[in-house]
């Protein structure tokens, strides 16, 4: 049997994160300049890691990697909504809106695996460092790349398939500047269970696993700084992970703030501007976070551009 879409809706209609004809310019200069922000600081890391050979290790490889994602994860969503403002229209197609909630949850995945594989590498540089560069070498470092990606398409496409089932009512308004899948969810006019429950249970998993993957490893690594003797040594062990810790708390504190506020007094339009703080800032800021807390990171950044990086 054939996924079906009984009523046939065409299109959606994106209500984006406000209504007032006189703020649509502030916003489209707003999301235009932290969508270029993001993807020049982004493309900046990834050449500087690409570019000098000191660079090429585990560490910078999966950074680079975060990098391209950040880019694509924040592509998946801004564009669109900065052609609805300069258009003055709020549609997106039924087949645009699927499209979109695919390519938001691979991405919003894979940034997450990613930065588990990264607290893992921290953990085996601090806790493990003579058995390190054996350990993660390239092959081991692509394989984890490869199995995130791999799982991150599973989940997505999962979801995104199941999509299709929903029937919509005539009601196809999203409150949110993106199709988030929890909002275009409610307004079918089918049975949703097995929707959301896949939804929680891969929201649970994915990110529950992954976060505490994360809290092991860091829960080591401070295990590990505290049997340094040399307040030298201590602080240069912490100092490799703060960058990482940094987006960590930055992504998943933001991601739990948005979707625990929207289970207490529910407001989707609240919800869709906290919602910019994962989707737009947290990108745009990780490149400033690994710039400004490393000095590798720092020197290739000056010889490419000529300038120094405060």
């Excluded at 270029?36 to 290790?57: E, K, M, R, W, Y």
Aim: proline fraction near 4%; charge should be neutral; aromatic fraction near 12%.
């Amino acid at each position: 049997m054939e996924p079906v879409n009984d009523t046939q809706i065409s299109e959606f209609l994106l209500l984006g994160l406000s209504n007032e004809p006189e703020l649509q310019p502030l916003i489209f200069g707003l999301f235009l300049s932290m969508y270029l922000t993001t993807v020049f600081g982004n493309l900046l890391i990834i050449l500087a890691v690409s570019s000098d050979p000191h660079l090429h290790t585990p560490m910078y490889f999966f950074l680079s990697n975060l990098s391209f994602v950040d880019i694509c994860f924040i592509s998946t969503t801004i564009p669109k909504m900065l052609n609805n403002i300069h258009t003055q229209s709020k549609v997106i197609t039924y087949e645009g809106c699927i499209t979109q909630i695919y390519f938001f949850l691979f991405f919003a995945a894979l940034e997450n695996f990613l930065l588990t594989v990264m607290a893992y590498d921290r953990f085996m540089a601090i806790c493990q460092p003579l058995h390190y560069m054996v350990i993660m070498n390239p092959r081991l470092c692509g394989l984890l790349v490869l199995l995130s990606w791999v799982m991150s398409a599973l989940n997505s496409l999962s979801q995104s398939l199941m999509m299709l089932w929903l029937s919509f009512c005539k009601d196809v308004e999203i409150p949110h500047f993106f199709c988030e899948i929890n909002q275009v969810v409610r307004l079918a006019c089918s049975d949703s269970f097995l929707n959301d429950m896949v939804m929680y249970f891969a929201a649970g998993m994915l990110g529950g696993a992954s976060l505490t993957g994360i809290l092991y490893s860091y829960s080591k690594i401070v295990s590990s700084i505290q049997g340094i003797s040399s307040a030298h040594g201590k602080y240069k062990a912490f100092s490799t992970c703060a960058s990482h810790l940094s987006i960590v708390s930055l992504f998943y504190c933001t991601i739990l703030g948005v979707y625990l506020s929207s289970t207490g007094t529910y407001s989707s339009h609240s919800s869709a501007i906290a919602s910019v703080m994962y989707t737009v800032v947290t990108p745009m800021l990780n490149p400033f976070i690994y710039s400004l807390r490393n000095k590798d990171i720092k020197r290739a950044l000056k010889r490419i551009t000529g300038m120094s990086v405060i």
